[in-house]
């Protein structure tokens, strides 16, 4: 791992394997600064978890950084002023992110979700993958002007979470929304009524079989009975046979 930081015009580096969190992690905390023309990073730590963290460094001065994909614990998600200016896409995968993580330091501010608070306040976020184990809180919170241009959003995989919330004015552009594998989750956001650029929703059913109940009814349970037709409710099966619901062309 040695010399890398010489790479000065790198703008695609992926790395993969445990050595990322191990015997690289401090090569990798001193280089990857260093390398400004970055345009796509891709960090993949295969260790189960409890695991040595991803390295945690500052991408502030990475202007052409527009994509990052991390998967591996993270010791806390970076502060806003440390992720790139531009970035556009972000895949979180395997974090373990929670509050108390977050709080560890004395002197940040007490916000009730700094996860959410900072990630929301990303400028240029437009695609946002929050993937496997990558948030263990219970709750998700959208405030008012979160992700002012997120147009995707991939929900897969978080276990614990029980309560989403969207506040009117959150999320003002999202077009496509991916839900799978939140056992817990059994209602969606009532604030996603008011974010009418919303097009498609992916509901896989066979991880989200009490969401996916309440989605189907047609009895008034959810905000999605109120506007959407049943017509607009679409049952595909993809390649390995596991069906999904998809609900286009939301009617406001």
Same mark, same amino acid.
């Given at each position: 791992?040695?010399?890398?930081?010489?790479?000065?015009?790198?703008?695609?580096?992926?790395?993969? !394997?445990?050595?990322?969190?191990?015997?690289?992690?401090?090569?990798?905390?001193?280089?990857?600064?260093?390398?400004?023309?970055?345009?796509?990073?891709?960090?993949?730590?295969?260790?189960?978890?409890?695991?040595?963290?991803?390295?945690?460094?500052?991408?502030?001065?990475?202007?052409?950084?527009?994509?990052?994909?991390?998967?591996?614990?993270?010791?806390?998600?970076?502060?806003?002023?440390?992720?790139?200016?531009?970035?556009?896409?972000?895949?979180?995968?395997?974090?373990?992110?929670?509050? !108390?993580?977050?709080?560890?330091?004395?002197?940040?501010?007490?916000?009730?979700?700094?996860?959410?608070?900072?990630?929301?306040?990303?400028?240029?976020?437009?695609?946002?993958?929050? !993937?496997?184990?990558?948030?263990?809180?219970?709750?998700?919170?959208?405030?008012?002007?979160?992700?002012?241009?997120?147009?995707?959003?991939?929900?897969?995989?978080?276990?614990?979470?029980?309560?989403?919330?969207?506040?009117?004015?959150?999320?003002?552009?999202?077009?496509?929304?991916?839900?799978?594998?939140?056992?817990?989750?059994?209602?969606?956001?009532?604030?996603?009524?008011?974010?009418?650029?919303?097009?498609?929703?992916?509901?896989?059913?066979?991880?989200?079989? !009490?969401?996916?109940?309440?989605?189907?009814?047609?009895?008034?349970?959810?905000?999605?009975?109120?506007?959407?037709?049943?017509?607009?409710?679409?049952?595909?099966?993809?390649?390995?046979?596991?069906?999904?619901?998809?609900?286009?062309?939301?009617?406001?």
């Amino acid at each position: 791992m040695g010399g890398l930081d010489k790479l000065m015009d790198l703008r695609q580096l992926s790395i993969e !394997g445990s050595e990322v969190s191990t015997i690289y992690k401090e090569a990798l905390a001193n280089s990857l600064p260093k390398l400004y023309s970055l345009q796509s990073l891709s960090l993949e730590g295969f260790l189960p978890t409890p695991a040595p963290s991803l390295p945690l460094v500052s991408f502030s001065q990475h202007i052409h950084l527009y994509r990052l994909y991390l998967s591996g614990q993270l010791e806390k998600l970076p502060n806003l002023v440390d992720f790139p200016p531009n970035l556009t896409k972000l895949s979180l995968h395997f974090s373990g992110l929670t509050i !108390g993580r977050q709080q560890e330091d004395k002197d940040e501010p007490q916000a009730q979700n700094q996860i959410m608070a900072t990630l929301e306040q990303l400028p240029n976020l437009r695609v946002l993958f929050l !993937g496997e184990r990558s948030y263990k809180e219970k709750e998700m919170i959208f405030t008012e002007g979160g992700f002012p241009k997120l147009q995707e959003l991939f929900i897969d995989g978080l276990e614990h979470l029980e309560e989403w919330r969207v506040e009117k004015g959150a999320t003002p552009y999202l077009q496509s929304l991916y839900l799978d594998s939140c056992d817990r989750l059994k209602m969606l956001p009532d604030g996603l009524r008011h974010v009418t650029t919303l097009q498609k929703f992916y509901l896989y059913r066979r991880d989200n079989p !009490g969401l996916k109940d309440t989605v189907e009814k047609d009895r008034g349970e959810d905000w999605r009975s109120a506007i959407c037709k049943p017509s607009n409710m679409i049952l595909h099966h993809d390649s390995t046979g596991s069906s999904f619901l998809v609900v286009v062309g939301f009617l406001f």
